[in-house]
């Protein structure tokens, strides 16, 4: 079964200008530049795409067809992302357009000159525009603005309850793809024991971001704090479970939306048996909103 286009002639007059236009010009990539007796097989590419441009001597019996001037000579349409802007980085490098860029009822459309003055389209392609947030990052949106967070853990795996208290303020990222999520929490009494951030300490500040990965359908986050240096245990994934969304990592939470308007968070470690027992509960309580809910 065909599985696709890989290669398309073009007709030119002088292969080693067509080469120098096609790969300094147009920044193509040289794929094969061979002989074979008197005869030079050349290969051009885009930089982005595999469909190899083939530079062949125009047979003498094969003139450049006669069109109008607002149509191209070559069967050959090419696309890019911004058609405005490829034509402005092009025409700083000497290519000619007779038709600048212009939107049609069909989309966008242009025509450019090779050094033989033989005309191609270039287009707008669909494919590339900017891309937008995934829809499944609206479920977040609950815990934008600023808020009181009150935890206490476990007496299981700390010995006596240790409490905390932290202002945690979340806000999107400009564009919509990440969720911004920093803190700044006491636990304990700093006045008892002002040591360093965690673990052992009684101040910790940090910042953690929220994404969502489309492949796998699933939640991710990343925290850096005072705690260390990159490691793995500071990544995290998430799903809903139960209407709630859970993450987990070296530990696992869960988010739990109340009618009231807080928020509880149920921490959970792993044993010396391996089961999963409480660890810490937090109530976090609305105190503003932020401007906007975006960075």
Known sequence: MITRVGKVIVPVLDQQAALDFWTRRMEFITVRDDSYGDERWIEVKPPNQDLLLVLSPRRPDEPRRI???RLP???????????????????????????PPAKEHFGWWALFEDNEGTRYALGQSDDHQRPTPDPALRRLDFLVGTWRVDGETTPD???????????DTFEWLHGGFFLMHRWDAVFSDPEAYAGPEL???????????YGFNAATGRYLTHFYDGNGPFHDGSMYEGEVVDGNLRFTGPAR??????ED?????????RGDDGERRP???TTMKRIAETDGGQA
């Open 67 to 69: 069109v109008p001037e």
């Open 73 to 99: 000579h070559s069967d050959v349409f090419f696309d890019c992302a911004d058609i405005e802007r490829t034509c402005a980085q092009l025409s700083r490098r000497g290519v000619q357009f007779p038709l």
């Open 157 to 167: 795996f700390s010995g006596r309850p240790i409490r905390s208290t932290s202002t």
């Open 199 to 209: 673990p052992g300490g009684a101040v910790q500040k940090g910042i953690m971001f």
């Open 253 to 258: 939470f869960t988010l739990i939306e109340n």
């Open 261 to 269: 308007g807080t928020v509880t968070i149920d921490w959970e470690l």
């Open 279 to 281: 660890w810490r509960h």
